[in-house]
């Protein structure tokens, strides 16, 4: 049976410890509980028949349902959705008039029929036994949501250097689900597997955060005293951008939807989200600085220290975080660590969408 629309919660009620985990016994392969898969997709006609076949041939001997939101594409992805469904009955294609992945994810959930939900992207590869080991986890733990790291996968000099980055602390910051960690409770996951009670009792995705939706309801789901569990064995590999203007553009509406997040839930700000908006005004304040010393002062040209010491800081540690890759790819990794601090940074200060 589908189960209703999910309705956002009010606001999140207040913190209360989260509660300490209890882990059971291994569960038999008989044991293992159905499990539906909800991902939301758009233009994703190329990608679609191979990310589901993935799912359908994971190594899991429990029932397994593919729940796929399709948004309005520019391509056939309706169509390869709705073929997909026709030939194989564990696949269910429901429609996101909205368009927008918290729109899209809500209205899978909405039509997945069992009590263990994991999250999957059109464009992540997930290994053949993680289906098995997410549930298992959930077991084992009695968490809201579990999950492991993302694991970016470049194929080209562009994209290596892009996914270093994006699993860098120099790049990236210091989040566990980057760049890994010890096992244990931890702010968010890559992608997740839930409990649907959890998930409906705070109202599912926030539809109105277009990005950074994942992260928001982690976060709701700690304030409710849920505990949200990461493993760094877990491991998705996913296909970064392979074009720096793809890349800046990304990192630019990340950026604005962050800073969204901290305005709704301020107690989230950290040094790791503020450092980037600071580094740009350090840099275009030092520019401008520098340029205005003929005529305001020769003390001004200091300001041109900061722009200089970012460079040379960007310069040095993506070189040497770079050191075992080719050539080809390691030059290219300052420029890789510069657009994502700036990026990022520019978005955040201009709140962009």
């Known amino acids: 049976m589908i189960t209703p629309p999910l309705v956002l919660a ?3 009620r207040a913190p209360r410890p989260a509660p300490v985990l209890t882990l059971v016994p291994d569960l038999t392969p008989a044991s293992l509980p159905p499990v539906s898969v909800f991902m939301a997709v758009r233009d994703e006609a190329g990608e679609l028949v191979a990310s589901v076949s993935r799912i359908l041939a994971q190594d899991y001997p429990g029932e397994v349902q593919v729940v796929v939101a399709v948004a309005p594409s520019r391509d056939d992805t309706w169509r390869v959705a709705t073929a ?5 009955p564990r696949v269910k294609v429901v429609s996101n008039p909205a368009g927008t992945t918290p729109h899209g994810l809500n209205a899978a959930l909405a039509a997945a029929r069992h009590d263990y939900l994991v999250r999957v992207d059109g464009h992540a590869f997930l290994p053949a036994d993680y289906l098995r080991d ?4 959930l077991e084992r733990t ?3 949501n579990v999950g492991g790291r993302m694991l970016p996968e470049g194929d080209g000099p562009v994209s290596r250097a ?3 980055t994006m699993s860098s602390r120099i790049g990236i910051g210091g989040g566990a689900f980057h760049v890994g960690g010890a096992a244990g409770p931890q702010p968010t996951v890559y992608l997740g ?7 409906t009792a705070v109202g599912g995705y926030d539809e109105y955060f277009l990005r950074a939706q994942d992260w928001e309801l982690n976060h709701r789901l700690r304030l409710a005293g849920h505990t949200v569990w990461f493993d760094p064995s877990l491991g998705v590999a996913y296909r970064p951008r392979a074009r720096w203007r793809d890349f800046a553009r990304q990192q630019f509406r990340t950026g604005g939807w962050r800073r969204r997040v901290i305005e709704r839930h301020q107690d989230t700000a950290s040094v790791r989200y503020l450092a980037p908006p600071v580094a740009v005004l350090a840099v275009v304040l030092g520019l401008l600085a520098g340029l205005h010393a003929p005529l305001l002062g020769d003390w001004l040209v200091l300001g041109l220290l900061a722009p200089a010491g970012y460079l040379a800081g960007v310069l040095g540690f993506g070189l040497a975080e770079a050191r075992r890759l080719p050539w080809r790819v390691r030059w290219r990794v300052p420029i890789a660590l510069a657009l994502m601090h700036l990026s990022w940074g520019t978005g955040f200060l201009l709140r962009s969408r």
Request: avoid cysteine.
């Open 10 to 12: 009010p606001q999140q």
């Open 84 to 88: 997909l469904a026709e030939r194989e």
């Open 134 to 137: 997410v549930v298992t986890l």
């Open 142 to 144: 009695e968490a809201a």
């Open 162 to 164: 892009i996914a270093l």
């Open 193 to 199: 597997a839930f409990r649907r009670d959890a998930v």
